[in-house]
């Protein structure tokens, strides 16, 4: 059974930082690439990065470049995605999910861990 | 980046109604869209794929269409269990898009 578990969330103040773990277990992890969405309290999704299996291929979405790094360790079957320069904005639930690749060039993302929330406020 | 709008923002329905929720892309995505279910508290379930492939477990009642820069997703017979935000996603290219969510609500 496929399970992704997040964690490392919490209340940081704007400025400060934070570093988000994600612990995937039930399939091959070093071969699949992986997402972190996140959803600010009471409103919709947002994409914020990917990374490939072997970390050869890293995007983020605008709102978090040069502030938010993605990396994992296939030895330990883990996620991350370190927050620095946090703002208010910045305050979500935040959800690692897996990528697929069924054959097609563009995985589908399938499975979604429960999420970890990030506070940031003074 | 490519903007993804859903219409309409919420749909009230009953159950056994038709229900049909259009996505559009301010560009071509070919048939990159995926479909997801969401309940409060919960993670996104993937739905649909490449815009109209059934995720495997998800009921037949749920069908996606469309190419280019429309899509729909068709949930036929809503069920009770079916009271959910749907939200659609452009995966053709990075950054990754999402739409803002159409929540469907009981009549």
């Known amino acids: 059974e496929v399970q992704l578990v997040e964690s490392g969330g919490g209340l940081v103040q704007p400025g400060g930082s934070l570093r988000l773990s994600c612990a995937a277990s039930g399939f091959t992890f070093n071969t699949y690439g992986m997402t972190w969405v996140r959803q600010p309290p009471g409103k919709g999704l947002e994409w914020i990065s990917h990374i490939s299996g072997n970390s050869g291929t890293i995007y983020y979405a605008g709102s978090v470049r040069g502030r938010f790094t993605v990396s994992r360790d296939n030895a330990k079957n883990s996620l991350y995605l370190q927050l620095s320069s946090l703002r208010a904005e910045d305050t979500a639930l935040y959800f690692c999910?897996?990528?697929?690749?069924?054959?097609?060039?563009?995985?589908?993302?399938?499975?979604w861990g429960q999420g970890t929330l990030v506070t940031v406020s003074s | 980046d490519i903007q993804m709008t859903q219409s309409p923002a919420t749909v009230s329905a009953s159950v056994g109604d038709r229900v049909t929720i259009t996505c559009r892309a301010s560009?071509?995505?070919?048939?990159?869209l995926a479909w997801y279910q969401q309940k409060p508290g919960k993670a996104p379930k993937l739905l649909i794929y490449k815009a109209s492939n059934l995720e495997s477990g998800v009921p037949s009642r749920f069908s996606g269409s469309g190419s280019g820069t429309e899509f729909t997703l068709t949930i036929t017979s809503l069920q009770p269990d079916d009271f959910a935000t749907y939200y659609c996603q452009q995966y053709n290219t990075y950054p990754r898009t999402f739409g803002q969510g159409t929540k469907v609500e009981i009549k």
């Open positions: 560009q071509s995505i070919t048939g990159w």
């Open positions: 999910a897996r990528d697929y690749y069924d054959g097609n060039p563009n995985p589908k993302t399938d499975y």
